[in-house]
């Protein structure tokens, strides 16, 4: 029964792709040349590991469950027609987000029909993690970026204050003693905070088993990526009215998002670490 299953497996997820194959290029090919799509190319390797990983244990459990598969695939299927006949309107980034939807939920139905829902359901986080391959509408990911500039530019203001530098801020502008900042979309830092999400919610499922302690750890992600953006700006308008105003226009504003992409992981692995502990103190305790 376990070859047929991954045999048919493979069937249907090769069905999928041969049809949804020019929303998939699509999708890598945004990827691959916009820095705000960035991760996405890492999704489909580390939902493919993941799922190797638990593998081994799996394979006994392995029931092809037919009703609940068939219909994610009808869904999925319903979908894709709209997508390609009624939805001719929708503007092309929707259009491909639907479609990478639609795929994404055909290979969860192929997990499901060939392999059963108990097997699904333990690996639901890795089958889950593909819908990260579902490009952001533009009207979406600018919802993001316009929410990243507002906090980052508050937070960089609450630092300023609490290093007593005088400051005033009006929107996304802020201003103190030589020197004018505005935190512009390419300051949102979008790309550092969605792989800092995705990196965070994969660390989280390896090294945590507490669902509640997991959602702590990717809840907190979002603040912390504000943080690590308002300690970006404080630091290099600092560094630029203090020391050289060469940072203001050097490498380490163009380039040094990974220096405080770097700094927020450290943050993450620490939470991790505490988290952990409190868990095996709970483990032991309970045992």
Not at 224 to 231: G, Q, W
Not at 235 to 244: K, S
Request: aromatic share 10%.
């Amino acid at each position: 029964m376990k070859r047929p299953g991954g045999w048919g497996l493979a069937g249907v997820l090769i069905v999928g792709i041969l049809v949804g194959w020019r929303s998939l290029l699509a999708t890598f090919v945004l990827a691959w040349q916009n820095d705000q799509y960035t991760q996405i190319l890492l999704i489909l390797p580390v939902s493919a590991a993941l799922i190797y990983l638990e593998w081994p244990a799996l394979q006994a459990m392995t029931r092809p469950s037919l009703p609940a598969g068939a219909l994610l695939l009808a869904v999925s299927t319903i979908l894709a027609v709209a997508e390609k006949w009624l939805m001719i309107s929708l503007p092309s980034d929707v259009r491909v987000s639907i479609a990478m939807f639609a795929l994404v939920l055909w290979w969860i139905g192929a997990f499901v029909l060939c392999l059963g829902v108990q097997v699904a359901r333990s690996l639901i986080f890795p089958l889950c993690f593909l819908f990260w391959l579902v490009p952001f509408p533009d009207t979406m990911l600018n919802a993001v970026v316009t929410f990243l500039q507002r906090e980052s530019a508050v937070g960089a203001d609450v630092l300023f204050n609490l290093a007593g530098v005088p400051v005033a801020r009006e929107g996304v502008v802020l201003t103190i003693p030589g020197l004018t900042v505005q935190v512009a979309q390419e300051c949102s830092s979008i790309r550092s905070s969605l792989m800092l999400l995705v990196t965070t919610m994969v660390l989280a499922q390896l090294t945590l088993r507490s669902p509640w302690r997991k959602a702590l750890v990717i809840a907190l992600a979002v603040p912390l990526s504000v943080v690590k953006n308002a300690v970006r700006i404080f630091t290099i308008a600092m560094l630029g009215t203090r020391v050289d105003r060469g940072f203001l226009t050097g490498r380490l504003h163009h380039q040094g998002g990974i220096v405080f992409f770097l700094m927020s992981l450290v943050a993450v692995f620490l939470l991790l670490w505490i988290l952990r502990r409190t868990e095996r103190a709970t483990l032991a305790a309970t045992a």
